[in-house]
């Protein structure tokens, strides 16, 4: 299982990279948004990748970051979703945007992305709601709250693995953070169960 690549740069396409790692050309398929993010052909690159196996292919996707292809990962865990389309809604809508569509319940919003259609949006809700992290406050939250460190997005991550309900695991580990936690995932992670309600 490939899982990450870093070589150069041979070409970039909006929807393809290819990636030269140790003498092999690797093809990948990526979003708009890490072609946008790419550097100049020839430079050093490093993406994250998912391998996607069939009986007949063998399909690399490319992502300049690990949210982004988590992002990835949930949509093709969405019935009627495969990892093309996957590919063309990530290109449709920048994360924060298509998390906070998925979170609001915007299905005027997904539906305009090409190949999403009313059932494949109303699926991507009720499947991903309550799994996505929110990009910034949901429609109607009141004000904002501060942005999750990666430290905290791991063990709000760790508490939602467990089955807590995620405003209870956002709102314990907001109050953990709050009591003067410290920064370490351990000590935050155990402050936070303290919190669960």
Known sequence: MIALLRGTLLEKHPNQAIVDAGGVGYDLTIPVS?????????????????????????????????????????LIG???????????????????????????????????????????????????????????????????QPALSSIESDVLSALLNLGCARPAAEAAVRKAKAAGAPVQFEALFRR???HIR
């Open 192 to 194: 936070s169960l303290e």
């Open 78 to 144: 969405v019935g009627g979703i495969g990892p093309k389309l996957a590919i063309t809604i990530l290109s449709g809508l920048a994360a924060a945007d298509l998390i906070a569509a998925i979170r609001n319940g915007a299905l005027e919003q997904l539906v305009r992305i090409p190949g999403v259609g009313k059932k494949t949006a109303e699926r991507m809700v009720l499947e991903l709601r309550d799994k996505l992290v929110a990009a910034g406050p949901a429609a109607g939250t009141g004000p904002a």
């Open 34 to 74: 890490t072609f946008t993010g790419l550097p100049e052909t020839g430079s050093e690159v490093r993406l994250r990748v998912h391998t996607h196996v069939r009986e007949d292919a063998l399909a690399l996707f490319g992502f300049l970051s690990q949210d982004e292809k988590i992002l990835f990962e949930k």
